[in-house]
């Protein structure tokens, strides 16, 4: 399994299917399909490791003797968790499968995926990474 942290373009299920849930994606200026989605959780980040963290304790450029001045760094619920979707999924319809983790932060005042109702989210505002490829 080889690990990334390459920014990736999602769409999400289209009507009949479940809403939230990676359809399609595009890395590396190729288009794939997901054929399933394997499974699905949810991870937390190492908060300690964030600019917020960094910048409350004075380690980033801020005012006179390195004190936080104007804006108070504040961690939000998509900086400390996201989700991850493992798909099989390949280039175009007829191209090699191979196992792809997807991830995005959870978004702040969100139910998870699996609570969403309502239609299908078509373009995912949030950000997506790839961070895992088996093939």
Same mark, same amino acid.
């Given at each position: 399994? @080889? $690990?990334?942290?390459?920014?990736?373009?999602?769409?999400? +299920?289209?009507?009949?299917?479940?809403?939230?849930?990676?359809?399609?994606?595009?890395? @590396? +200026?190729? &288009?794939?399909?997901?054929?399933?989605?394997?499974?699905?959780? @949810?991870?937390?980040?190492?908060?300690?490791?964030?600019?917020?963290?960094?910048? %409350?304790?004075?380690?980033?450029?801020?005012?006179? +003797?390195?004190?936080? #001045?104007? %804006?108070?760094?504040? =961690?939000?619920?998509?900086? /400390? !968790?996201?989700?991850?979707? $493992?798909? !099989?999924?390949?280039?175009?319809?007829?191209?090699?499968?191979?196992?792809?983790?997807?991830?995005?932060?959870?978004? &702040? +005042? #969100?139910?998870?995926?699996?609570?969403?109702?309502?239609?299908?989210? /078509?373009?995912?505002? @949030?950000?997506?990474? &790839? =961070? $895992?490829?088996?093939?």
């Amino acid at each position: 399994m @080889r $690990r990334f942290s390459d920014e990736v373009h999602v769409r999400c +299920g289209a009507r009949g299917e479940e809403a939230g849930v990676p359809a399609l994606f595009v890395w @590396r +200026g190729r &288009l794939y399909v997901v054929r399933e989605v394997l499974s699905r959780w @949810r991870e937390r980040s190492a908060w300690w490791e964030h600019a917020a963290v960094a910048a %409350v304790h004075g380690d980033e450029a801020g005012g006179a +003797g390195g004190a936080v #001045t104007a %804006v108070r760094p504040v =961690l939000e619920i998509g900086d /400390l !968790e996201r989700e991850v979707f $493992r798909v !099989e999924a390949g280039v175009g319809r007829a191209g090699a499968v191979g196992v792809y983790d997807l991830a995005r932060p959870v978004a &702040l +005042g #969100t139910a998870a995926v699996s609570e969403v109702a309502g239609n299908p989210v /078509l373009d995912e505002p @949030r950000e997506w990474q &790839l =961070l $895992r490829v088996s093939d």
